[in-house]
């Protein structure tokens, strides 16, 4: 069993920046990917930005260019660098870790972007 624990969600103006974090609870087993997701009200929770242990990172269209998603293997962390955020980036964004055929999910946390 692993527990995500996020962290750095809040308010924003249009063309801000937040960084989030999300810390697991023990050390992840390789292969590994980490990242995170969102969901908006009335919509589908979707895929934001994954990485793998090895370093390979995939993104959403819609975030390429503005979010940076890393990871600190030997603090089991994650990260989303989120710049110039847009009122339509506002959801409750979920840390994921998927290892063993397995998906963890954190709470969420919520990031509110105002025009």
């Known amino acids: 069993q692993v527990q995500l624990a996020e962290s750095g969600g809040g308010l924003v103006q249009a063309g801000g920046s937040l960084e989030l974090s999300c810390a697991a609870s023990?050390?992840?087993?390789?292969?590994?990917?980490m990242g995170w997701y969102r969901q908006a009200p009335g919509k589908q929770r979707e895929l934001v930005a994954t990485?793998?242990?090895?370093?390979?990172?995939n993104y959403a269209d819609s975030v390429k260019g503005r979010f940076t998603v890393s990871r600190d293997n030997a603090k089991n962390m994650v990260f989303l660098q989120m710049n110039s955020l847009k009122p339509e980036d506002t959801a409750v964004y979920y840390c994921?870790?998927?290892?063993?055929?397995?998906?963890?999910w954190g709470q969420g946390t919520q990031v509110t972007v105002s025009s």
């Open positions: 990485i793998t242990n090895g370093g390979r990172t």
């Open positions: 023990r050390r992840l087993s390789s292969p590994n990917a």
């Open positions: 994921n870790a998927a290892v063993n055929g397995l998906n963890y």
